[in-house]
């Protein structure tokens, strides 16, 4: 297994400082629905998986995730080479979550979104501008599941 390039408390440092909610991209994409005229709430801590945004009116909720933390297979997802025991346990149980989050908001009547990070970063990112009408245009849609990712938004029927 190959040794960390830094030392433990440097990266206890560095993952101390990544953001479980309010990302600038969750930010980017809140602002932009706002101004298009979405009203929304935060992470309500009554709905399974505290989604990042939740559309009351439109019976919605909408997820942005990171590629990494959640283990979607895009270019910006690669296992870690140390650790991989680890990093496979943890990312699996994360997969699995998410989907039993999911089945349990559909289960109650909410329609899921989700936008992947490699929607807007990256070399497969699609134009911002788009992601936010494609959400727009799901959230005003009776379509059940909605998921944007790099070089692509589609519908989950």
């Known amino acids: 297994m190959p ?3 830094v030392s433990p408390a440097t990266r206890s440092r560095m993952m101390s400082g990544i953001r479980g909610k309010n990302t600038k991209l969750e930010l980017a994409i809140r ?11 935060l992470h309500r801590k009554d709905l399974p998986g505290r989604p990042d945004l939740v559309f009351p009116r439109y019976n919605a909720v909408l ?11 895009c270019h910006l997802f690669r296992w ?5 025991d680890f990093w496979r346990e943890k990312i699996g149980k994360n997969i699995a979550r998410d989907l039993a989050q999911y089945q349990a908001l559909a289960d109650s ?7 992947w990070e490699c929607a807007l970063k990256g070399k497969a990112r699609l134009p911002f501008d788009e992601v936010v009408d ?24």
Do not use: N
């Open 63 to 73: 997820f942005v995730h990171g590629c990494f933390w959640h283990g979607h297979e």
């Open 80 to 84: 870690p080479k140390s650790r991989e």
């Open 109 to 115: 009547g909410w329609r899921v979104g989700m936008i």
């Open 31 to 41: 602002s932009a629905l706002h101004r298009a005229g979405f009203r929304f709430r």
């Open 3 to 5: 040794a960390d390039i």
């Open 134 to 157: 494609q959400c727009s245009i799901w959230l005003k849609s009776g379509i059940k599941t909605f998921e944007v990712s790099g070089h692509e938004a589609r519908p989950v029927i």
